[in-house]
């Protein structure tokens, strides 16, 4: 799920993975795909702020490893691996 963080330009990425997955992290066009953490909440979801310029951005999270996709974001384009991202625009 993305939603506007408190801070401009800021947004909030949150998911819940499966049970039994140890680590959630973030990777997308705004990180050069370079995979970042994310924090746990007592929930069980796992939330990362971001702060990115304007535009559209292409994002995935990865569950201990594996790629997937936000499931609550209907915004995705296919990428050159033949996969989906999903697609944040910040305005």
């Known amino acids: 799920m993305v939603t506007k963080g408190q801070k ?13 997955t140890k680590k959630v992290e973030l990777a997308g066009t705004f990180t050069g795909w370079k995979p970042t953490a994310m924090k746990k ?13 304007r535009g559209t951005h292409e994002y995935k999270f990865l569950f201990d490893g594996r790629w997937v996709t936000d499931r609550d974001n209907c915004m995705s384009v296919v ?5 989906v991202n999903s697609v944040v625009v910040v305005d």
């Open 8 to 20: 401009k330009g800021s947004i909030r990425f949150s998911t819940t993975p499966p049970p039994g």
């Open 41 to 53: 909440q007592k929930s069980g979801a796992f939330v990362a702020l971001v702060t990115m310029p």
């Open 79 to 83: 990428n050159p691996y033949g996969t």
